[in-house]
């Protein structure tokens, strides 16, 4: 059986000065996405399902009948770059559209009972990966974490701005 290489941190060879990369936001997201997604891909392996495809799976089975420009703007996803991932759950037979009844012009989405069981197991095992960050971190440190990505992405990142 051949065995996976695991891919660690390199630290900076001894006497480099990194201070100012070690001081970059930037920097530091980039390193906590990359293993973030690690263990995302672990707990997904097989599912063909992405983080923007699990974003979307929970948002439709949160709001039932959300119009796609509505689940675009809860992702934070332009328009046209939403068409792919709904035609990809749409192929899968894991979302629906249908007429929304509020306006005949639009399609109204919602969960498939196979999109509904699928999500089930997804969830049970971002769960999983969620509690470890909390074990690993404290749940107050997570939270926190959690806060000051949030208040991070609402910054106005214009330099001018600042």
Not at 39 to 66: D, E, K, Q
Not at 119 to 145: M, T
């Amino acid at each position: 059986m051949a065995r996976t290489a695991r891919r660690t941190t390199v630290p900076p060879a001894e006497g480099a000065n990194t201070a100012e990369l070690e001081a970059a936001v930037g920097f530091w997201l980039r390193l906590a996405q990359q293993k973030d997604m690690r263990g995302f891909n672990r707990v997904f392996a097989g599912s063909g399902v992405t983080p923007p495809l699990y974003a979307m799976l929970l948002v439709i089975s949160a709001n039932p009948g959300l119009r796609q420009t509505q689940i675009g703007e809860m992702l934070r996803i332009r328009q046209p770059n939403l068409v792919e991932p709904i035609d990809t759950l749409i192929g899968r037979g894991l979302i629906s559209r249908r007429p929304d009844p509020n306006d005949r012009r639009a399609q109204a989405i919602d969960l498939t009972p196979e999109g509904a069981l699928l999500l089930e197991r997804l969830r049970a095992g971002h769960d999983r990966l969620i509690e470890s960050y909390r074990k690993r971190f404290g749940p107050g440190r997570y939270d926190q974490l959690v806060g000051l990505l949030r208040a991070f992405v609402a910054l106005d990142a214009d330099p001018e701005n600042l």
